[in-house]
Nanobody, 114 residues
């Protein structure tokens, strides 16, 4: 079972930046796909950014140009750089990986509020 541990959430004002990190117990480049997802209260979990195998990253329309997903083989981490945050970005953010099995982190709260 792959263990994923997220960090970096918090409370920020609109327009601020935040970086989320996800550390994997298995090689981060060994999965078929890696990604960040979020779930706001009363809403379904949605894909925010993902990398499928070695393709270019894919982003949800509402974060395109503001968020950047990346991976580090040396640290076995996946990072989500979030810029120009908006109140509608408020949600619990999860990192997830898919390979032979699917694994999820515990989630980290991101709150964007003035």
């Amino acid at each position: 079972q792959v263990r994923l541990v997220e960090s970096g959430g918090g409370l920020v004002q609109p327009g601020a930046s935040l970086t989320l990190s996800c550390t994997s117990s298995a090689p981060i480049f060994g999965f078929d796909s890696v990604g960040w997802y979020r779930q706001a209260p009363g809403k379904k979990r949605e894909m925010v950014a993902q990398i499928i195998k070695f393709r270019m990253p894919e982003y949800a329309d509402n974060v395109q140009g503001r968020f950047t997903i990346s991976r580090s083989a040396t640290q076995n981490t996946m990072t989500l750089q979030m810029n120009s945050l908006k109140p509608e970005d408020t949600a619990v953010y999860f990192c997830g990986v898919k390979g032979a099995t699917e694994s999820w982190g515990q989630g980290t709260q991101v709150t964007v509020s003035s």
